[in-house]
């Protein structure tokens, strides 16, 4: 898509970076890694948007729960049940860590705070979503965000368990660029995304992170499910 993309001149981000993912990314999270691996875990994305990856997980029948900076659930007609939400600047003000069993499953912001750019701003939310999370940290991130001296030192600290390639690229337009594009908004995506996963209860060792491949949708599932 043009002007939509996670690419897009600084003048076209949203300030909060809230870049809409479509339903699909999450379904294909919980088909790779199994149902098993939530089981029994309350599912919060502190960074919800307009909910869409809590309400895959709801659907699915999890617990879920979410937060953001502000209650964007819903937006552009998207169905969201009535699950627990609070606003929270996670970055800011993360929640100190839960006695349930707890999984966090989030688009993370990449570099963007009211505006204001933040340096490793990625890597510190998922720092802080590790604080948090008792069992999993899964993050929504472009592909490129694996390589960095950055997210070197953060994997020395925390390996990923798992590492989710979506072979189709999704489509993530800012969130107040929608209205305007109308029809184009969910088109061809221009960026590569891939979930990567850590698991708190386990320790990865180096060279022992599993690359999982989504294979892409066809053109009528993708016709289906456009901005789902």
Request: aromatic share 12%.
């Amino acid at each position: 898509m043009s002007a939509a993309e996670l690419t897009a001149l600084a003048a076209d981000r949203h300030p909060w970076d809230w870049y809409v993912d479509e339903s699909w990314c999450t379904e294909a999270l919980i088909a790779t890694i199994g149902f098993d691996a939530f089981k029994g875990q309350l599912i919060h994305d502190p960074c919800c948007g307009r909910g869409t990856i809590p309400q895959v997980f709801a659907t699915f029948g999890f617990e879920v729960s979410g937060g953001d900076v502000e209650d964007r659930r819903g937006a552009y007609g998207f169905h969201v049940d009535d699950w627990a939400f609070a606003i929270r600047d996670f970055y800011l003000s993360p929640p100190k860590r839960s006695d349930r069993p707890t999984s966090i499953a989030f688009n993370p912001p990449y570099s963007t705070q009211d505006g204001c750019v933040v340096t490793a701003l990625s890597s510190m939310m998922v720092s802080r979503a590790l604080r948090v999370a008792t069992h999993k940290v899964c993050a929504l991130v472009p592909s490129k965000w694996l390589h960095s001296d950055e997210r070197y030192r953060l994997f020395e600290r925390k390996m990923p368990s798992d590492v989710i390639h979506l072979m189709e690229r999704p489509s993530m337009p800012p969130g107040h660029l929608i209205p305007a594009l109308g029809d184009d908004a969910f088109g061809n995506g221009k960026a590569d995304y891939s979930w990567v996963m850590f698991d708190n209860r386990a320790v990865t060792a180096p060279g022992e992170t599993r690359t999982h491949f989504v294979k892409p949708r066809d053109a009528v599932f993708k016709a289906a499910g456009r901005g789902r």
